[in-house]
């Protein structure tokens, strides 16, 4: 069945580390892979996402990469700050599957001062 | 523009009751996906309303169950609650004619089963 495996579930950095986030689905015909960050006691807020066309995709301090061949996808963080502390979702989801989602488990981010 | 919005935000049931869920989507948007959010498991796929028609499904008992109106918005029923509903029950709103398009969530129900 669908599915996806996100690692790790926590993760701690010092503030101005980098922070990487790897998730592997296993249904091939996925097609779109969006990131959600939810701060504590909020709705989860799409940041970044990318299509299975495109290996690489860059906006400010967070990139996505995608690996078709493996079925993996990453999230990275540069330069991470104290906002940046926050749960991450990764996702996959299937051009003719309208707005199903299939989330990972969650990463908890932790950014020191 | 406004946001998705869930009524209400906080619910007390106790097992064996039914309750219903609340969910308006942003104007325009005509998909309305429903998750179940819990500690141990994270987002869980529910369902997804499309025109008034369900489109996909997730593994879910028949307990659970929905439907969605002409002007979009969309309902959540549970009937014969269980302890293990307990959880925070987010909706989403996309326009959704095919997938691929960002998914906007409401702020969520937080259902509680006593």
């Known amino acids: 069945g669908e599915n996806v495996e996100q690692h790790p579930s926590t993760l701690s950095v010092q503030e101005g580390d980098s922070a990487v986030i790897k998730c592997t689905y296993s249904?091939?015909?996925?097609?779109?892979f969006p990131w959600y960050k939810q701060e504590l006691g909020k709705r989860p807020q799409l940041i970044i996402d990318?299509?299975?066309?495109?290996g690489e995709k860059k906006d400010q301090r967070i990139a996505v990469t995608l690996n078709k061949t493996a079925k993996h996808f990453s999230l990275h963080i540069t330069e991470t700050q104290p906002e940046d502390s926050a749960v991450y979702f990764c996702?996959?989801?299937?051009?003719?599957?309208?707005?199903?989602?299939?989330f990972g488990q969650g990463t908890e981010l932790s950014v020191k001062p | 523009k406004a946001g998705v919005t869930q009524t209400p935000r906080y619910l007390i049931k106790t097992r064996g009751q039914q309750v219903t869920l609340s969910c308006s989507p942003i104007?325009?948007?005509?998909?309305v996906s429903w998750y179940q959010q819990t500690p141990g498991q994270g987002l869980q796929f529910l369902f997804e309303?499309?025109?008034?028609?369900?489109?996909n499904k997730g593994n879910f008992p028949g307990r659970f169950s929905g439907r969605q109106f002409s002007n979009s918005r969309s309902e959540m029923n549970v009937s014969t609650l269980e302890l293990g509903d307990s959880a925070l029950y987010l909706c989403?709103?996309?326009?959704?004619?095919?997938?691929?398009?960002?998914?906007?969530f409401g702020q969520g129900t937080r259902l509680t089963v006593v």
């Open positions: 989403a709103s996309s326009l959704g004619s095919t997938g691929g398009t960002e998914a906007f």
């Open positions: 249904d091939s015909a996925s097609n779109y």
């Open positions: 990318i299509r299975s066309n495109v």
């Open positions: 996702a996959a989801s299937r051009h003719n599957q309208g707005g199903k989602l299939i």
């Open positions: 104007s325009g948007h005509r998909s």
């Open positions: 309303y499309f025109s008034e028609t369900q489109r």
